[in-house]
């Protein structure tokens, strides 16, 4: 390949007559998409009748360099499941000679390849053939070809009115300019993609997850114990082997960045192994949590808490997680009679205190209004969940205001526990939401295993007390959002996904539609998935908003998202990084062929 490489170089630079090209160029690229039409239609006997059936064609790739016909009729196949092939150019070498090269990316179910490949064209008396084929997957992390989506309706995440008949420029993998057709031309040369009656939006969200947990009992069994069926070091090996199942039903579900607050250590490694891959999104880690509780949940030698005993060990908890790389510290405020809340705010304040020397943001999860007002105090930046059980008063949304607080309310958790005991009750598998197809098939089945668990796992008689917790947590969160909308407090949209059925990816459709039924409007929602969340992980320079600069990470949908936040659901296209897949590409990698 790297022989064609160089051909390439020597043959971009020889000069040609553009009047005396035409002919020429017209009809290597007739052959050039008759080509690849046949790999598209997996038409073998087409396919090949555009090479040069003599043993000097030549075929280049990864691993050298080889002559012959025959044998390279011998090695075709098996036929990619979708190939797209895009930045196609062409050069007239000399008469009856022309070289090419496009981008392509291909997918075979789950695994897909990009890269670049050449061609040179003959002309020949059984007309034109190609002489010489080489093709060369490109490195993780190439940016994207070039690309123009034209004619959507563009909300940009930033609150303003969307912009109708609007063309979105991709370029390196960032947003070269996006805006009305007149002031973002298309320019020359470059593959458009018309999405013309759709809408484009940045790519969502979620603030809020767990990758260190499934989406089911098994990765929490202190909610149901199935640990004699899947033992948790091995639900936690394998999490931690292939969390790109995860990844992939995210970005299946338009969700392009998540924020993992609290997790074991090697969720810490997740932003360089997905940072260049553009199938998973963007993520964040905070590493372990702090936690006023000891909490069982942990491995024989790894730790997803570090308990909080006392100031010192806030301290020395903070210290290791920043030599970790961690990306914000989690507190995990828990209060019971044991545990009162000023037991535990010395230890809280602490870490709030070394959080800030270490310049790491405070992240806590507290639930009741007086933990969440001694978070406040020792200056959270973010707090992950509502306070579910009293109203928030003054005090709190003044302590939210001086620290520029983000709120993610975190609406419906609460709902997939309840369908899981439910489930198991009633020895019926709960109803999966995902209606792009982006759920793994691990994780269908384990929820579908819900129907077969022995019922004595929940005790039928603390059901009614939970139902009541449920609509309580419900019925205080809503009218607390409210509350903090009324009063200006940024919000940000996080699921808490991981935890049973709330699932990884589509669990973002159910909490945004909850926060536009508390009261917040759809653009305000959208705000809160994009621009808000994207301050709330520390990635605002870089996603959150579509303009110029930023990665190319969107979402497009067939109906207007900023009349009803349900319409993203009807996803038609997820960009990530500048590539461009649809929704069958999307449902095919999450969801790849046994």
């Known amino acids: ?31 050039f998409e008759a080509n690849l039409n046949a790999i598209r239609e997996k038409d073998r006997d087409r396919y090949l ?22 044998e390279f009729a ?16 062409l050069v007239r070498v000399q008469p009856g000679v022309v070289y090419g090269t496009y981008r392509y990316r291909v997918r075979y179910s789950g695994d ?29 992390g190439t940016p994207a070809p070039p690309r123009a989506l034209t004619g959507a309706t563009l909300i940009d995440g930033r609150g303003g009115a969307p912009i109708p008949n609007a063309n979105v420029i991709l370029r390196d993998g960032k947003i070269d300019c996006a805006g009305a057709a007149a002031q973002c031309p298309v320019p020359e040369g470059i593959d458009v993609t018309d999405v013309r009656g759709m809408w484009i939006a940045p790519g969502l969200i979620d603030a809020h997850v767990h990758l260190s947990q499934t989406g089911w009992a098994d990765g929490r069994p202190d909610s149901i114990d199935v640990r004699p069926m899947h033992p948790y070091e091995q639900v936690e090996a394998g999490l931690k082997a292939n969390p790109d199942r995860f990844g992939r039903s995210y970005l299946c579900s338009g969700v392009t960045s998540v924020f993992d ?25 905070a590493g372990p949590l ?40 989690k507190v995990w405020f828990i209060v019971t009679p044991q545990l009162p809340v000023e037991a535990s705010t010395p230890a809280v304040v602490a870490a709030g205190d070394e959080a800030r020397k270490q310049k790491l943001p405070l992240i806590v999860h507290a639930t009741g209004l007086a ?20 109203p928030v008063d003054q005090e709190f949304i003044d302590l939210a205001r001086h620290n520029a607080t983000i709120v993610i309310p975190t609406l419906t958790v609460v709902d997939g526990y309840m369908r899981m005991w439910r489930g198991v009750l009633d020895r019926k598998a709960p109803a999966v939401d995902d209606p792009n197809g982006c759920v793994d098939r691990t994780t269908l089945a384990r929820v579908a295993e819900t129907a077969t668990v022995d019922p004595s796992l929940v005790p039928a008689d603390r059901m009614a007390a939970r139902q009541q917790r449920a609509e309580r947590f419900t019925r205080v969160t809503r009218a607390n959002l409210k509350s903090l909308i009324a009063a200006g407090i940024p919000i940000a949209t996080g699921t808490d996904a991981g935890n049973p059925l709330t699932l990884h990816g589509p669990a973002i459709y159910a909490e945004m539609e909850a926060m536009q039924a508390s009261g917040m409007t759809p653009m305000q929602v959208i705000v809160a998935s994009t621009e808000i969340a994207s301050r709330a992980m520390g990635l605002d320079k870089q996603v959150g908003t579509i303009e110029k600069g930023k990665d190319a990470d969107l979402v497009i949908v067939g109906s207007d998202p900023s009349a009803d936040v349900a319409n993203f659901r009807k996803i038609r296209y997820v960009v990530r990084s500048g590539v461009v897949r649809s929704l069958s590409d999307l449902h095919a990698l999450a969801q790849p062929q046994p």
């Open 112 to 140: 897909e390849h990009s890269g670049i490949s050449e061609r040179l064209f003959v002309n020949t008396p059984d007309g034109w053939k190609i002489a010489v084929t080489g093709a060369i997957d490109a490195p993780p």
């Open 261 to 285: 607050v609290g997790g074991y250590p090697w969720t810490l490694r997740l932003h360089d192994r997905f940072e260049g891959d553009t199938r998973v999104p963007h993520v964040v880690a």
């Open 1 to 31: 390949m790297r022989r064609l490489t160089l051909l390439a170089i020597l043959l971009v630079a020889l000069p040609s007559i553009a009047a005396a090209d035409e002919p020429d160029i017209r009809g290597a690229r007739a052959v």
């Open 290 to 329: 702090l936690s006023t509780l000891d909490h069982w949940l942990n491995l024989a030698a790894e730790r997803q808490f570090i308990v909080l005993k006392d100031e010192e060990s806030a301290r020395n908890g903070v210290r290791y997680l920043e030599s970790q790389g961690s990306k914000a510290v």
């Open 74 to 89: 011998k090695a075709r196949g098996p036929w990619p499941d979708s190939i797209e092939a895009s930045d196609i150019h």
């Open 371 to 390: 933990e969440a007002k001694a978070s406040l105090r020792a200056g959270a930046n973010v707090l992950v969940h509502s306070v579910e059980d009293l």
């Open 49 to 70: 009748s555009y090479y040069l059936h003599k043993e000097t064609l030549a075929v280049g790739g990864p691993s050298g360099f080889a002559l012959g016909y025959d």
